[in-house]
């Protein structure tokens, strides 16, 4: 399969996600009474939002730089654009019962899923990444470790507190925020 081919169906499966997620968005009637209500909503549509979309930006700097696919890393991406569908589920979980524990749980098992698969399958496709050195490589493989370890944490803290979950579900996505600076050197290139 050429690598055009699978970018493009993922930038596909990326574009209909985040158009399912807004369609799903089951907003109050807007008043002054349940003003927040209506914000929380547009901000937990927001932070998935951002999930997808910097997970979607990450993909596609590294993807670029593929010299070659492999059957482990065709099978990886569609493992992960499964996962990644399904964050519309507790993205509206979310926005319904934000109050509830179990819906930071749910979103929290979803973005670990996606961490986990997204990982394995960038360290998959690792040799086949010529603008890195091994030791780049190493580094952002951890960052990816990083994530699956925290949005991990989420889970159990969710029992805790539902804002300890909160908290790493807002500021993960800056972590991720900008791709990796030496890939993005090599795109000027």
Same mark, same amino acid.
């Given at each position: @399969? ?5 970018? *493009?169906?993922?930038?596909? /499966? ?6 399912? @997620? ?5 907003? $109050? ?8 209500? /209506? ?10 939002? /951002? ?36 964050? +519309?589920? +507790? ?21 670990? =899923?996606?961490? /986990?698969?997204?990982?394995? @399958?960038?360290?998959?496709?690792? $040799?086949?990444?010529? *603008? ?19 949005? *991990?944490?989420?889970? +159990? ?15 993960? $996505?800056?972590?991720?925020? =900008? +791709? ?10």
């Amino acid at each position: @399969m050429k690598k055009e081919k699978l970018d *493009a169906f993922t930038d596909a /499966v990326v574009a209909i996600l985040i158009t399912l @997620m807004v369609l799903e968005i089951k907003l $109050p009637q807007v008043t002054i009474q349940n003003l927040m209500d /209506v914000l929380r909503h547009i901000g937990i549509y927001a932070m998935s939002f /951002v999930v997808i979309g910097i997970t979607w930006l990450n993909y596609n700097t590294f993807f670029k730089y593929l010299n070659h696919l492999s059957t482990k890393t065709i099978w990886l991406n569609l493992i992960f654009l499964f996962f990644l569908s399904l964050i +519309p589920l +507790p993205t509206q979980a979310l926005g319904e019962n934000f109050y509830k524990k179990e819906s930071h749980i749910f979103y929290g098992i979803i973005l670990t =899923l996606v961490s /986990v698969v997204y990982t394995l @399958m960038q360290y998959t496709a690792n $040799p086949s990444i010529a *603008a890195l050195t091994k030791a780049e490589l190493a580094r952002l493989n951890k960052k990816n470790w990083l994530a699956v370890v925290l949005y *991990a944490l989420s889970i +159990p803290l969710s029992l805790v507190h539902i804002y300890l979950s909160t908290t790493i579900f807002i500021l993960l $996505p800056v972590l991720y925020f =900008l +791709p990796s600076k030496k890939l993005l050197a090599a795109e000027d290139k």
